[in-house]
């Protein structure tokens, strides 16, 4: 157990809708990014949030959005969606310093758009 | 543009033989190095990691090399074990985290 915990572990949904991914970090972790991971691809960076500010955006589409609370959990909104925006999203965590330089990944949502 | 790179999709390797999964990088300027490991239907999670200023480091099966003059990396698993399979990602740090698209290991009993 990671200590990150996404919800829903499941979403299926049509072309056109909206929905919201929730992540909650590890204790005491203050950085949340968010990745998108394709079939037979690699984990695509979408953003990384630092204690509610953005901190780096990757290749995250206008149609996406996301956020982080003052109680550090993040919420990944997804509109409009396409066919292609199935996939899986992976929240991960970090402390502010590591010795190893690490990321704590949850469970991931698995997005279906049908 | 694909900043860190695993060009082998699968290995497959004979239990109690070595695993060797190779990455490779264009950035210079990253700072850390990881390997991460995923089982079906989980998150990834961290295995090993290497500073840039280190060339080696190693925990227990898991050996990592840095090669940065080639701007590579690699993960070395002896004994590889059947619970070794999965898929693993290497992973490139600079302000944010580059992952290469994975590499299947399978480890024949």
């Known amino acids: 157990d990671s200590g990150v915990t996404q919800t829903p572990k499941h979403l299926i949904t049509a072309t056109g809708q909206r929905v919201t991914l929730r992540c909650s970090p590890r204790?005491?972790?203050?950085?949340v990014y968010w990745y998108q991971q394709s079939l037979d691809q690699g984990l695509q960076f979408l953003i990384q949030?630092?204690?509610?500010?953005?901190?780096a955006k990757g290749n995250i589409l206008e149609r996406f959005s996301a956020q982080q609370f003052p109680d550090l959990h993040s919420e990944l909104n997804l509109s409009s969606l396409e066919l292609g925006d199935s996939a899986l999203y992976f929240c991960?965590?970090?402390?502010?310093?590591?010795?190893?330089?690490?990321?704590?990944f949850g469970e991931g949502s698995r997005l279906t758009v049908l | 543009d694909q900043q860190v790179k695993q060009n082998s999709p699968s290995l497959s390797v004979q239990e109690g033989r070595i695993s060797i999964l190779n990455c490779d990088y264009t950035?210079?300027?990253?700072?850390?190095f990881l390997w991460y490991k995923k089982y079906p239907a989980e998150g990834p999670t961290f295995l090993i990691s290497?500073?840039?200023?280190?060339d080696k480091n190693e925990d227990g099966r898991f050996t990592v090399f840095l090669n940065k003059s080639a701007k590579h990396l690699s993960l070395h698993i002896v004994p590889s074990q059947p619970g070794d399979s999965a898929v693993y990602f290497c992973?490139?740090?600079?302000?944010?985290?580059?992952f290469g698209t994975g590499t299947s290991l399978t480890v024949i009993p």
């Open positions: 991960a965590s970090s402390a502010l310093r590591t010795d190893t330089g690490e990321l704590f």
């Open positions: 204790s005491g972790d203050l950085s």
């Open positions: 949030y630092y204690n509610g500010e953005e901190r």
């Open positions: 950035n210079s300027m990253f700072d850390y």
């Open positions: 290497i500073s840039s200023i280190k």
């Open positions: 992973a490139a740090r600079r302000n944010q985290f580059y």
